[in-house]
């Protein structure tokens, strides 16, 4: 840390430019006492400054999607298999065991340059909060929930990217992705033990119920073992005062609320790694179609308010440099509807360094009696119901 110091010429010592006298040499002591004070005192503050970092991620690649009712689509793509991502990151030592923390994250398209939603910045990840070695730790702000992190970082071979990501069948977009005017406690971690539970306020006038989310997770992971369940309910209602605000206006509704469950786990049998999900969903908007339009033309799928996913899946490290993916998925549709689908997927990575990868993968969905799910990667829904991805992604 510099500290600027002004002295003026009458302040210097002989021999640069002011004569020498009894008067002008207690000056000097006395400004001197006071820049060695000033610095020491700056030295203690350079000490104690946060430790900021820049990190992100540059993923792009080639995208062939087909089975569409507007046709197959060929394009270059950003965030295939990780969302493309700019982060500011940093600690500062409390004292006592104590830190405090933040994170600032943007999303830029790397085949365009522009943000991956228009007029936000920072909407991956903004958040403050404190850690405790002892006591766990409390952030603020937009954050991952526990639903999205059990099912890319426990449950999903393909880590909920490229063409094989959970999320074409799992609810994992939108709010059960990440939700904004978060607080989110997590423990430490005990005997390969740990918890997570998130609140957020809705922050619609005339109800502190609207809008809200609540969400938990509980953590077992030791040796080759990472088990995980997690629970996410949200409010859907509207009020007046929310609903006037809203563009178009729409009236104040009451809903049903949305629960999701998700219990995941992978187990490292050393030539593989193995891994399993299984998903509950209930109640209004708890299954968002990923892609809300027409895809395959006709009339509009409907969104499931009951339904059940069930995962299977592997990686297998084929030696150092590369890894080979695969999954099963199967949606099962409890309304009277009955839209099920299911998903098999296929990927390789290979490992140029420790921080630059290549990467392929191909998933094909097939939707029953009128659904309309689509093969998406990390950051698109997808338009049909195939697609092959090549790419490289590159990590700072």
Known sequence: MRVPVDISLADC???F???YNKHNKETIMKKSLIALAVLGAAAG???????????????????????????????????????SRLGFRGSEDLGGGWSAN???????????????????????????????NDLGALTLGRQYTPYYLTLSTVGDPFGAGYAGTAKNLFPAGGNNTRTSNAFVYTSPVMSGVSGELLYALGEQQGSAAAGRQLGFALTYAQGPLNARIAYSRRNNDITAAAGAAMV??????????ARNTVVAANYDFGVARAYAAFGFDKGFNSGLLPNSGTPYGGVKATPSTDAREWLLGASVPIDAANTVLASYIRKDDRTFLNQDAHQWALGMTHALSKRTS???????IINRRG??????????????????????????
């Open 102 to 132: 933040f994170v600032l994250e943007a999303g830029p398209r790397v085949d365009t340059g522009e943000l991956d939603v228009p007029g936000s910045i920072f909407n991956r990840q903004a958040y403050v909060g404190f850690r405790h």
């Open 248 to 257: 178009p206006p729409v009236p104040a509704a009451d809903h049903d609320s």
């Open 17 to 19: 430019g002011r004569p």
């Open 13 to 15: 010592p002989r021999g």
């Open 358 to 364: 290549l990467y392929a993968a191909y998933a094909k």
């Open 371 to 396: 659904a309309g799910y689509t093969v998406g990667n990390n950051t698109e829904v997808g338009s049909g119901s195939s697609a092959v991805n090549l790419g490289v992604r590159h990590t700072f």
């Open 45 to 83: 503050l350079a000490q104690a400054q946060s430790a900021v970092g820049i990190y992100g991620i540059i993923d792009a690649g080639l995208v062939h999607e087909r089975g569409g009712a507007a046709g197959n689509v060929t394009k270059l793509s950003s965030g295939i298999g990780s969302a």
